[in-house]
């Protein structure tokens, strides 16, 4: 299963590459991908069990990603990035999301996101209230100083890979970083890995736009006073084993939000097991309806 790619112009000289799947008249739901990740980092079969769930699912290339705009500038060095120091930031990733809803016509829609896909849709929700009926924030963070932060053993990794030159190297290289960074407490799918890799290798195979969108969370800085004007219903999930956002971020963004609920899963990483696929729809289900049924 997969939808349609398509092109929408936000604004600002970004076009951002979205797909659709399920039933139009249902309630929007926009999943927003990660850190370098492209839209089918949502793998097909847990967007499809969101749309079987009542939903129309939006998944989306954030900018510097698969087939959205990627920013013409070299992206900073490590310095720089520490720094704060990039063309972009979270605020302006929002502002792109906030541009896809606009043209896709819907004045609000749940929004969950993954990693730095969280700090976008928190992004969303305190900046942009009204266009936001329910947050959901996995795996993610509020950019406070040590908390969230990777393992050392994860950073190691992250700061000595060079750059995927072929296909075959962007597919070791996922399989290695996601053995490090998954869900221990779940099988571990390396195939499954490996064909995302491939897929997103075939869809973008440039190295840059990972750098500038790390430059964008730096250059955002701690976000935990905006956090707390956010003021739609919010839910938190983290796992326990998580090695490159560390459980004080899932804990941290939960006390920012007023009325927030964390959920911890034991056994999750940084990643979408299948295994651990039933308890995530099923969160983040039963937090939209309740919404949708007030």
Not at 25 to 51: K, N
Not at 219 to 244: F, K, N, Q, W
Not at 260 to 285: K, N, S
Request: glycine share 12%; hydrophobic share 40%; with cysteine.
């Amino acid at each position: 299963m997969t939808g349609r790619d398509t092109l929408a112009d936000v604004g600002r000289g970004i076009e951002i590459c979205y797909q659709q799947i399920g039933d139009p008249t249902a309630p929007p739901l926009l999943l927003i991908a990660g850190l370098g990740q492209q839209l089918h980092s949502w793998p097909d079969g847990f967007v499809a069990e969101l749309a079987e769930r009542g939903f129309y699912v939006t998944r989306f290339d954030n900018r510097d990603a698969g087939r959205s705009t990627h920013m013409n500038y070299r992206p900073p060095n490590p310095v720089a990035m520490l720094r704060g120091r990039n063309g972009y930031h979270l605020g302006d990733m929002a502002r792109d999301t906030v541009g896809l809803l606009d043209v896709l016509g819907y004045s609000d829609a749940h929004l969950v996101g993954i990693s730095m896909g969280g700090m976008i849709a928190q992004t969303v929700a305190a900046h942009y209230p009204g266009r936001v009926r329910t947050l959901t924030s996995i795996m993610s963070t509020t950019g406070a100083p040590r908390l969230g932060r990777p393992a050392p053993s994860t950073w190691r990794r992250m700061l000595t890979a060079r750059p995927p030159r072929t296909r075959a190297e962007a597919m070791e290289r996922a399989a290695n970083m996601f053995r490090h960074i998954g869900s221990h407490g779940f099988p571990f799918d390396e195939d499954m890995v490996r064909e995302a890799a491939g897929i997103a290798w075939d869809r973008d195979p440039t190295a840059g736009g990972i750098v500038r969108q790390l430059a964008g969370i730096f250059a955002s800085g701690d976000r935990t006073a905006e956090l707390a004007g956010i003021d739609v219903p919010t839910l938190v999930i983290h796992g326990d084993r998580d090695l490159m956002v560390h459980p004080t971020g899932g804990a941290a963004t939960a006390r920012a939000i007023p009325g927030a609920r964390l959920e911890t899963i034991d056994g999750l990483g940084h990643d979408l097991p299948l295994g651990a696929w039933p308890r995530i729809i099923d969160l983040i289900t039963e937090h939209a309806e309740v919404k949708e049924h007030a």
